[in-house]
């Protein structure tokens, strides 16, 4: 509990003692005097509240109702009702608070990665500053235990980075000289010198922070549709409750009292709470849940969005596959295979992208940059390079029709490049890929979820796609795509589908247009990329696809929790306000109606923190789906109380 949550229980105890006594002491002054303190002592900050937000112009809110109902009951003479009414708000407010910290938990983990400073080294010294003043290219230092500030490459020095509050992951990642670091992790044993690539403001732990600040702006369309429900419905129901005090008496000549207690009993049911704040609440606590297994989600639209996925496309390189190429043959013709992986490797110094990787990997020696003057894309094809004044490219075949240069059609399992130096075919490179293993437990769970269609796209050959689909047992394929290519079949499988979302997993690098095109887009890999951040609605923070299928899990849930507690609360909210309007149902009634329900509501919202069910949270789970049982139960309770009280 925090200090503000620890008075308010101290309060809650305090004033509840002084409403037991009050019921306890049968002297008239006395009674009233210890009732009124328990009064004060309970509810002074919600009546500064309702004074305060009328000044202001907002009036009709939960204080304002509070305020009315249980002042009205003082006037009325019904002081032990209006100090219960005052408690058990007051109850719920505390359950609420416990409700929110609980569920910010996870969430605010990951706040823990901002880091406090920068150790900068300047003018041979080493100073200690805001990471905001850190400028690119300059030298910082990192201690062990230290976090890291700011995104950039190990200079000298190499240990063990705990990436736990980025991915999850709790095997510690090594890192040495030349190797990239991100801001967040914590360095564990050795010391690092680490030039800075990226401005704090631009660095991964700045983004993935701005993420999470805003991910409550984006709100689902269950919560604004209770935002806009309470904004009417309070000034109604003040209405409602003006003219059930007034025209009654006046039609019927009946006693002012009877019925502004009805009134006052129909204002304290009435009150929203139960709505206003489990909805909220329950989408808070999904992206809690999605948060604690390494998926950030950029607001409650796309998780409710989540339950309601029919089709997911896939990207294949770095989403299905791991994306760590490694070449498999090297043929050269009229040179040796040395030679050629050698000028490969120095074509492709300039690109970092997995298949480039590779090459200068199996080259395995330091590349002169001085000695390639002039490089170039080929997008979807390949790439043009000048090394040491010989004209190279190395790309696909698409590439090698378009330059009309002759070649041998090669036959092979993998990604093949074929490499033309000044005008003359040179002989090919294989390159292949591998299925990660999560992707089997990725398609499993899809699969068991009742997704109705798995589509994988790819600018990877025929051959290749085609074995990936066989194994991973997907519904569709496409192979051999450029970047527009993507985008025309996702805009074809949206117009096909029928009221389902399509959801879309890519590296958030080369997709970023279909990240946005599609309802639902979904960035795996998304620490090392600001195209991730910016372009999908969700971000996996692992290196694992699997994680996708447990975020549509947590998704389905919220909205069922969602779901219970919108029918549960209007439904005991309706019978209650009739019964009050009828005088049946009392003040206590009222109450139950209002701060009970709203406890229980909030108990259900935070049940989507939970991977397990306990036996309490099953008997939570029939309450609110046998809820009828519920209200009828209550109704007996009703009648059984009037005949007790008329008969004894």
Not at 411 to 435: E, F, M
Not at 436 to 461: H, P
Not at 562 to 591: D, P
Request: aromatic share 10%.
């Amino acid at each position: 509990m925090t200090k503000e949550e620890k008075k308010q229980l101290i309060r809650i105890i305090v004033s509840g003692i002084l409403l037991i006594l009050g019921f306890i002491f049968d002297i008239k002054y006395l009674t009233i005097v210890i009732l009124l303190v328990s009064y004060i002592i309970i509810g002074y900050d919600i009546l500064l509240k309702a004074f305060k937000n009328i000044k202001r112009g907002k009036i009709f809110d939960e204080n304002f109702l509070m305020t009315v109902a249980t002042v009205g009951a003082l006037c009325i003479g019904d002081v032990k009702e209006a100090v219960a009414v005052m408690l058990f708000y007051q109850v719920g407010e505390l359950f609420q608070s416990y409700a929110v910290n609980k569920s910010r938990k996870y969430v605010s983990e990951l706040m823990n990665i901002r880091p406090d400073y920068a150790n900068v080294i300047r003018e041979g010294k080493e100073i200690k500053v805001d990471p905001n003043e850190v400028n690119i290219e300059e030298i910082i230092f990192v201690k062990p235990g230290e976090k890291i500030p700011l995104d950039g490459i190990v200079v000298e020095g190499k240990s063990m980075l705990n990436t736990v509050a980025l991915t999850g992951e709790a095997v510690p990642r090594s890192v040495k000289e030349d190797d990239e670091v991100l801001s967040g992790c914590i360095n564990n044993d050795g010391i690092l010198k680490i030039k800075v690539t990226k401005k704090f403001g631009d660095s991964t732990v700045s983004k993935i922070l701005d993420l999470v600040e805003n991910a409550s702006s984006r709100k689902s369309k269950s919560e604004a549709f209770i935002t806009k429900f309470a904004k009417y419905y309070t000034p109604i129901v003040c209405g409602i409750a003006l003219v059930v005090a007034v025209l009654p008496p006046l039609i019927f000549n009946e006693s002012f009292n009877t019925w502004i207690y009805k009134a006052l009993s129909f204002l304290v049911v009435s009150c929203p709470c139960a709505l206003v704040i489990s909805i909220p609440l329950s989408f808070f606590g999904g992206i809690g849940a999605a948060s604690n297994i390494g998926v950030l989600v950029k607001g409650s639209n796309y998780l409710e969005a989540l339950s309601n996925v029919d089709i997911i496309v896939c990207d294949k390189t770095g989403t299905l596959t791991e994306g760590i190429f490694k070449v498999q043959e090297v043929n050269a013709i009229s040179m040796s295979n040395e030679e050629l992986i050698k000028i490969v490797a120095y074509a492709e110094s300039f690109s970092n992208h997995p298949i480039s990787i590779s090459i200068k990997a199996a080259y395995g020696k330091k590349i002169d940059t001085k000695k390639v003057t002039k490089t170039r894309e080929i997008t979807g094809k390949g790439i043009y390079a000048k090394v040491d004044d010989k004209e190279v490219y190395v790309g696909n075949e698409k590439l090698l029709k378009d330059l009309k240069i002759k070649y041998d059609k090669v036959k092979k399992i993998g990604t093949l490049l074929y490499v033309v130096i000044d005008d003359k075919y040179c002989g090919y490179i294989v390159i292949s890929d591998k299925i990660k293993d999560d992707s089997y437990k990725l398609i499993k769970s899809l699969k068991d979820s009742n997704i109705k269609k798995i589509v994988m796209l790819t600018g990877d050959i025929e051959s290749i796609s085609k074995e990936i689909s066989n194994e991973l047992k997907l519904d569709e394929y496409y192979a051999e795509l450029l970047p527009q290519d993507k985008v025309s079949i996702v805009e074809k499988l949206i117009s096909e589908k029928n009221n389902g979302n399509l959801l879309f997993i890519g590296d958030g690098i080369n997709d970023a247009p279909v990240l946005s095109l599609s309802d639902i887009g979904v960035a795996m890999g998304g620490l090392g990329s600001d195209a991730a951040i910016e372009a999908a609605d969700i971000v996996i923070m692992t290196d694992e696809p699997s994680k996708v299928a447990d975020a549509i899990k947590i998704s389905k849930k919220t909205m069922r929790i969602v779901r219970e507690n919108i029918i549960f609360a209007i439904s005991v909210k309706i019978a209650v306000l009739i019964l009050s309007l009828l005088g049946i149902a009392t003040m206590w009634s009222a109450v139950f109606a209002d701060v009970g329900v709203s406890v229980i509501a909030i108990l259900n919202a935070v049940r989507i923190l939970k991977s397990k069910s306990f036996s309490f949270i099953v008997f939570y789970k029939y309450l609110f789906r046998y809820n009828y049982l519920l209200i009828y139960s209550y109704l007996y309770f009703l009648q059984l109380n009037n005949y007790l009280n008329h008969y004894l």
